[in-house]
């Protein structure tokens, strides 16, 4: 599976290029498998980098969303990622939006993680409002 954006961060691991390789890698259409041996590479490439580290592992996440294992374990991976301080909102934002516009994880897993994304610190209002959040415009009030 050649991917441009996996050269560039093979060439210069930062954070843009590992966010940008994980966004194409996403996109692409390929066997899970592929994707998984992808990100393999990348892992090896980031080292002892917690936050390049973090980004791939986020990035390898969204591409298992579409994988047959069963839901839960989806779920835990989802929410694992979700508590990975190394992750800015900007970065899950980013990913949530991408994981969204391609749907092809199951509808019941994004039902279920769109509860817990939506109701964290420094998410957009436009991304509350199209996971369901009931009051995008005052998410924490009581």
Known sequence: MDIEEFKEFMKNPSIETAMAF?????????????????FREAFKIVGINDKLEAII????????????????????????????????????EQWTNLIYDLNRAPKDVLDFIAIDIRNMRGISKELRKRLGHPNPERPYSK
């Open 57 to 92: 592992n986020m990035w390898a996440v969204a591409s298992m969303l579409e994988s047959p294992i069963p839901p839960t374990q989806k779920i835990q991976a989802v929410r694992e990622v979700l508590q990975d301080e190394e992750l800015n909102p900007s970065m899950i």
């Open 22 to 38: 994980g966004e194409a890698i996403t996109k692409k259409e390929a066997p899970i498998e592929d994707k998984r041996l992808k």
